[in-house]
């Protein structure tokens, strides 16, 4: 499809109103009830160094792997649960009752546990052995290296076990001196702490020091009496946290730390080993996050040994993820950076000389997924036919010829998986009107696929109403993506009342060409059903739109979002259909932040708003978030200033609801009840509710209270 079309035209996706009798319920909004999620398969995977699916399928009521491949015309079974607990007999260990989750990726050997342990079972000589002890995989942060060794936390210490002994890394863990765990409190892609070299015999790991922050409590609210659980949370330009990396030696049992230098207050992170176990990179950037620097390190000794190349840019950087060792050529990597304006693919060599950038365009590349097995072709997915969409292709090292391997023509989001010879995909997608479909796609001709997996409709039988996605000219003339949920019996002749739901901060985007619009629960379903208008927007700040979009909320957060905000609000003021003057607004998070900012600087437009673990001032949020997009409050102290919703308490004029998460740890409650007291001061009235048990999100079957909670506070006021 051309893709121009995706421009300033409205398109109307799917989700043609029927005659269907079906209205949903809260929970079946959630999937707690009757609806589930787009069906799919389950533990789909190819099989380590082959062209060969599996996934688990239930057959007479069992669950049976089954594997395919494109040559096969059809699906046979690969293991019975009657086969493998005859190999566990053979190998002396208890049989299970129930089909494991079993990695079939990871090596020659298919790996799982039982309940002694995890174990990698040989499909040729049908039987299974122990590589991981059952006290060994409880242990806190545990990871097995290629080698056999295992890493794990026990109490506060690292410890590296050989399947002899049990040996002790560090010796003065604490809650302020924390190993092998994540850091940075999560930012710039972190997820673990811990991270083996390809050979699997020494161990890289994040030390934490992190005595210096300042405790903050979060009360466990089930203690009787109640208590205080301290965590460390360095609020924005407070102290930050002090991060080292140790590099351990399992085989000749040497300890030594990276020499990554000065100031202490600087971010470590996308760690990367070579693939010939022998040194370390790191991307390391400063606390200004304007200035990045990727560092070689000895692996054995853990001298520096060079700065590769370095990224400065006037507002931020933020690497996310490692550089990426071409198959079969280790002398050369990829490394993703939007230093164009755009997220592109770079091709260097380890001398830090920039070989090629080997995309390019005003588009990003969204995901890298490896490479085939001769290093010669890398897969990714891109939003080159337009940011609602999420598109498969293959690129050539040597030549930059591109192939689109999308199976589907329509605009849709994929994502993929890459045979073990990179030879086929499995292509899962989803569109208006495919919940899911799973295709075999033959890398080296596109056009050639198998169709494994179509899902039916989940919402079969209900009422639902059109979605439109259109653009709309932005407060700055940007254009900026639009979503409309239309009513079931849509009737553009009546009058709808209105409900807007946004976020609009960075590394979020709300609108795309899946299944439902990208919504993913069916909240906004039920609320067409009920007869609202429900309307979404990504202003600048959202993702996927390039640099420029982004960091147009750098030292100002919130303001482009309310312009664009105002702009939408315009657009469905020329709807004849949309009852503005009954219109609610609802955000979370981020989104919670900018729905009581918009409702305090334009009191009138909306009359109700739900504004859910909202930050109430950017003084009291992180360091790493924080002052990424903000500066240091001594930096910029304007900005914190306008960003502080206390000291505009006294212009709120609608109906507005606080929830928060009692346990939140991300946006602390301080947020809301510093808010409160402050409407209290100024004797406007806000409704307040709490979530106890709940951190920053609320899960699990109070999710359903909770947007019956919203829904009941909407209706009240806008019916």
């Known amino acids: 499809m051309n893709k121009h079309l995706f ?10 109103a029927g005659a269907q009798e079906k209205l949903l319920t809260i929970e079946e909004a959630f999937a707690q009830k009757n609806v589930t999620p787009p069906q799919n398969l389950r533990q789909l995977q190819f099989r380590y ?38 190999s566990l007999r053979k190998s002396g260990y208890d049989t299970l009752t129930s089909m494991p989750t079993i990695q079939f990726n990871k090596g020659r050997d298919w790996y799982f546990n039982i309940p002694k342990g995890r174990v990698a079972y040989s499909a040729d000589a049908g039987t299974a052995r122990l590589t991981i002890p059952r006290e060994l995989l409880n242990k806190e942060r545990m990871e097995e290296s290629s080698a056999g060794y295992i890493a794990y936390v026990d109490n506060d210490n690292l ?24 850091v940075h409190r999560e930012e710039f ?17 994040y030390r934490m020091d992190q005595s210096m922050v300042t405790d903050y409590p979060i009360i ?43 100031p202490v207050e600087q ?16 991307a390391v950037l400063n606390r200004g996050q ?71 365009g005003p588009w990003e590349v969204t995901d890298v997924k490896g490479f085939d097995d001769k290093g010669e072709h890398v897969y990714y997915l891109s939003t080159e036919l337009s940011p609602l969409t999420r598109t498969p292709c293959r690129l050539s090292l040597r030549t930059g010829a591109v192939q689109n391997l999308s199976a589907t023509g329509e605009p849709s989001v994929h994502s993929i998986q890459v045979s073990g010879t990179g030879h086929y995909i499995l292509d899962i997608y989803s569109n208006q009107q495919h919940p899911r479909s799973i295709r075999l796609v033959d890398a080296t001709a596109p056009t050639k696929t198998r169709t494994v997996f179509d899902a039916p409709d989940p919402l079969a039988g209900y009422a639902k109403g059109t979605i439109r996605i259109s653009t709309i000219p932005g407060g700055d003339g940007t254009p900026v993506y639009t979503r409309l949920f239309l009513p079931p019996g849509f009737d553009s002749t009546k009058k709808y009342p209105v409900v807007v739901y946004w976020y609009g901060g960075p590394h979020v985007q709300l609108i795309t060409a899946g299944y439902n619009g990208g919504a993913g629960d069916y909240w906004f379903q039920y609320m067409a059903e009920r007869g609202y208008l429900v309307f979404s927007i990504d202003p600048r700040g959202s993702d996927n739109r390039g640099r420029a979009f982004e960091q147009a909320v750098f030292r100002k957060a919130g303001e482009p979002q309310l312009e664009d905000l105002r702009k939408g609000v315009d657009w469905l003021r020329s709807l004849p259909y949309a009852d503005t003057n009954r219109m609610g607004l609802f955000g979370w998070s981020y989104g919670g932040f900018m729905t009581i900012d ?82 209290i001061d100024k004797g406007v009235q806000v409704d307040y509710m709490i979530y106890p048990g709940h951190a920053h999100n609320v899960g699990g079957k109070d999710r359903a209270h909770l947007y019956h909670k919203v829904t009941d506070y909407l209706d009240q006021y806008l019916k």
Do not use: C
């Open 7 to 16: 421009g300033a035209a409205m398109l109307l996706l799917g989700f043609g």
């Open 49 to 86: 160094n082959s062209d060969n699916y599996v996934y688990l399928k239930k057959a007479d009521s069992a669950d049976v792997w089954m594997q395919g491949s494109f040559r096969d015309k059809s699906e046979t079974p690969l293991l019975t649960l009657s086969t493998l607990n005859a």
């Open 159 to 182: 410890y590296v076990a050989d399947g002899n002994s049990n040996r002790a890394i560090t010796a003065d863990g604490s809650r302020s001196i924390v190993y092998a765990s994540t």
């Open 189 to 205: 892609g972190i997820t673990k702490g811990t991270f083996w070299s390809p050979d699997g015999k020494r161990l890289a790991f």
């Open 220 to 262: 466990d609210w089930t203690a009787t009496p109640a208590k205080a659980e301290l965590i460390k949370y360095p609020m924005a330009g407070d102290k930050s946290h002090q991060v080292t990396v140790g590099v351990y030696n399992a085989e000749e049992g040497k300890l030594v730390f990276l020499q990554t230098g000065g």
């Open 267 to 282: 971010y470590l992170t996308n760690i990367a080993w070579s693939p010939d176990s022998r040194y370390i990179y790191i």
């Open 290 to 360: 304007n200035h990045m620097r990727l560092n070689q390190y000895d692996g054995a000794t853990g001298a520096f040994i060079k700065t590769l190349f370095e990224e400065r840019d006037e507002k931020y950087v933020e690497p996310l993820l490692p550089m990426l060792f071409v198959t079969k050529n280790n002398g050369q990597f990829i490394w993703q950076s939007n230093r164009d304006g755009y997220n592109h693919l770079y091709l260097y060599d380890t001398s830090g000389r920039l070989l090629k950038q080997l995309t390019r």
């Open 598 to 679: 918009f409702v305090l600087r334009f009191p009138g437009v909306f009359k109700a708003a739900v504004a859910g673990g909202p930050v109430t001032d950017w003084r009291y949020y992180e360091v790493m978030y924080g002052e990424r997009y903000m500066d240091m409050p001594q930096e910029n102290p304007q900005g914190y200033a306008a960003t502080d919703l206390t000291k505009q308490a006294g212009n709120l004029k609608d109906h507005l609801l606080l929830i928060h998460g009692l346990q939140d740890d991300v946006v602390v409650q301080q947020h809301s009840v510093r808010f409160v007291r402050a409407a």
